[in-house]
């Protein structure tokens, strides 16, 4: 089995389209054509892990942050990421990062953290915007059932919110006329032909137009289907930041604090004061989520729990919205299970390790 094919699992999975528009998430530093020897799985890069890749025959590392995130004039060994990239180069050991794709994916980052809290009925509490396209396409009558299932398994009529196999069909009559050189499906040269057709409309994720159009044009009898793509403005709820959902039974403030403390084996657990005395809907996001404090509220969320939360972020909420602080790494630690996991159903032949490595670079006393 060759790197590549590990990549390709995971983004299927998290595709890299996926990614805000800040990131660096993907292959770091490597050849994706080698043999794959094992991964090992981390939620960042040190020196330290690669050293445990190269010690356990693991050459590839698969990573929650990115070890590159802004380009390079030189690579030395004046900083921890230049070593990081010299020892990696120098072992033939490749670098991934699935980072806010893996975020913003259906069953990611924060699909993870929802599930160890015991939340039910999760969805994406920002969908992300300017994600999916329509597809319209005329078909005639005997094939359009051949064409639409050819799309479903290209990926499209998929909502996201738990639907699949999405469609729209109306009758109509297409015309042409065929001419010099062609191989019509229906009709005669230079004559004007009616077919009775289907028009069908569908949506799609917009990285998946590619493949759907691919999969449109094998499928379609005509030699020259006619079809569109249409932006949508309405966001995706396949896919966004953070999530949302409800514990099965509400519980006082101060039990989820703890469950939150116990969860997360968070040493010191930050958190603003809250009026409303037992929490029922949570909303989340790994890392950095403090940017969807308004977006919790919005969706009647009765606490957030995010990995930071600056000082004046916690003003404001205190009748409205029990705000926690748990710590970036406290919140995305599982991030290291969830790779294994996509990458064993993948590829379950290949030795998989999670880092023993804790990189969390900050300490409590």
Known sequence: MKIKEVLDALERFAPLPLQDGFDNAGLQVGLTDAEVTGALLCLDVTEAVVDEALREGCNLIVAHHPLLFHGRKRITDADYTGR??????????????????????PGGVNFE?????????VEVLKPKEEMLLKLVTYVPRAEAGKVREALFAAGCGTTGGGYDCC??????MGTFRPGPGTHPYCGRHGELHGEPEVRIETILP?????????????????????????????????A?????????????????????KEVFAVPCLRYGGFSGGS????????????????DAARAGADAFLTGEIKYHEFFGWEDRLLLLEAG??????????????????????????LTTVRTNPIHYL
């Not at 998946?208 to 949508?232: I, K």
């Not at 039974?249 to 469950?259: G, R, T």
């Not at 989340?284 to 940017?291: E, Q, R, V």
Request: aromatic share 10%; proline share 6%; glycine share 10%.
């Open 113 to 121: 953290m929802a599930r160890r809290l015991g939340l039910q009925r």
């Open 240 to 260: 966004g930041s953070g999530v949302v959902g409800v514990l099965p039974e509400p519980v006082p403030a101060e039990d989820f604090l703890q469950k939150v």
């Open 328 to 353: 970036h790494y406290e919140t995305e630690q599982y991030t290291q299970q969830l790779l294994q996991e996509i990458v064993k159903q993948a590829c379950p032949s290949l030795p998989t390790r």
């Open 279 to 294: 929490v029922r809907r949570v909303a989340l996001c790994g890392g950095a989520g403090a940017f969807l404090i308004p």
């Open 206 to 238: 917009a990285y998946l137009q590619g493949r759907a159009e691919a999969a449109l044009r094998a499928a379609h009898p005509y030699e020259e289907p006619a079809y569109d793509f249409y932006r949508l403005a309405q966001g995706w709820a396949g």
């Open 167 to 172: 469609s729209f069909a109306a009758e109509g």
């Open 84 to 105: 990081c990239l010299l020892k990696a180069i120098g072992g033939g050991v490749a670098i991934y990062a699935a980072h806010t794709n893996l975020d913003n994916a």
